[in-house]
């Protein structure tokens, strides 16, 4: 089935904060902001900063199946939250995108705004002359195609294969730069003549 993002999932904007996020010592939430987010989709949860929230005014709290969408920058990408161990809003440099169908996995649904025909789209969408930002109808107008849900979770496996199999290889390559950087100081340091 292919259908609009705005079909199956809706579409909110970060929470509204003001001239950055104040610092309070004994606030009631944590504010997830572009710092707090890794290329690779991890959030620094113990790095949020602690921040007061009027919950007079209604709150979109983060939620576990939640997918935050960077909507700001060069490069604007989807990370499904898997959990959320604090009470905390996303700043305003983010969507925030809730499913609304059972035939939608939220990590499918990340996935595939992440994949090369939607960044496609984003891309030719963007606006801004000092600093490119996607806006929520154009998201919300997305394309996107929802097979069946084994599909999607069969999709979902193998990508998170491959996070780990680029982890395992990102960690390889570090030591093996490690282990020449040593070899290049043990042979400077046994030459006497550069010494």
Sequence with gaps: MNV???VVADVQAGHPLRSGVPF???GNAYALQMRDLSLGGDIAWDGLVRTEIDTRKPVQWLEPGDV???ARGTRNYAVCLRNVP???VCSPHFFLVRTKSQ???PEFLAWQINRAPAQRYLAGSAEGSDQLSIRRPVLEALP???PLLSQQRLVVSLAEAAVHEERRLRALIYNRHKQLDALAFALISNNPELN
Excluded: D
């Design 68 to 70: 935050i969408f960077v």
């Design 103 to 105: 035939e939608l996995l």
């Design 24 to 26: 309070a010592e004994a």
């Design 4 to 6: 609009k993002l705005e």
């Design 86 to 88: 604090k009470p905390t």
């Design 144 to 146: 996107l195609a929802i």
